[in-house]
Each structure stands twice: as C-alpha cells, then as structure tokens.
Nanobody, 127 residues
Framework: VQLQASGGGLVQVGGSLRLTCAAS????????MGWFRQAPGKEREFVAA??????????VYSDSVKGRFTGSRDDAQNTVYLRLDSLKPEDTAVYYC???????????????????WGQGTQVTVSS
C-alpha cells in the first residue's frame, strides 16, 4: 500500500483546509485510515482515525481536534479526507496519513497500529 497526502498549506487563524490521502494497493475499504501530525521537536500525535464502513463509517478524533476536524473516506476512490476548520496556531505540523492492516481492530490512536505511512503534508497556521 502506498499513500500520498496532499492539501496542506499556509492559512490564517480560523481558516480551513482539506487534506487528501490517496491510496494505491488492495483492500482499501478493509483498512482503518489514520491521520497523525508532528510539530517540530514533538512526538507524532494522533489526530483522527476513519474507520471502516464507507461514507457512513465512524471517525475517532483526538480531544484537541474534536468538533473542528472532520474525517471521511471514499472507498470507490481509495481516498480518505480530513477537513480542518477553525484552525489554531497549535495545529501547525506535518500531517501524515496511515493505513492499518486489513480488518485490524484496536485503539487506532497509536502509530504502531498502522503498517503504511504517507510522506506528510505541511499545515501552517499563522496568527
């Protein structure tokens, strides 16, 4: 599985972005798709996990982004999205998408739970 994240950029406080992660490989619909972020000097942090179940599937969020970010997926396009609204300076980081193994179940919030990672896309929020 190969993952390609895009959609990052420079945005002002309160602005919005939509991140896209395009996947190649098999069994996309059977994988949980995670979003993580890493700011300079900090550890990689869980952001959201878009669970299996197509467009009506559940998304799990970290407390720091709940109510501001929205995850979704399009299994027909092998793509997962993360909508970032009401952005804050502390959201500045490189955002990574990740894919779990097929039919994996767990907390979905730990990096080791994902087998495949994209290259990251930079999100910078200016105040």
């Amino acid at each position: 599985v190969q993952l390609q994240a895009s959609g990052g950029g420079l945005v002002q406080v309160g602005g919005s972005l939509r991140l896209t992660c395009a996947a190649s490989g098999d069994s996309f619909s059977s994988r949980v798709m995670g979003w993580f972020r890493q700011a300079p000097g900090k550890e990689r942090e869980f952001v959201a996990a878009v669970l299996r179940g197509g467009p009506r599937g559940t998304t799990v969020y970290s407390d720091s982004v709940k109510g501001r970010f929205t995850g979704s997926r399009d299994d027909a396009q092998n793509t997962v999205y993360l909508r970032l609204d009401s952005l804050k300076p502390e959201d500045t980081a490189v955002y990574y998408c990740a894919a779990s193994r097929i039919y994996y179940t767990g907390t979905y919030q730990l990096p080791w739970e994902y087998d495949f990672w994209g290259q990251g896309t930079q999100v910078t929020v200016s105040s």
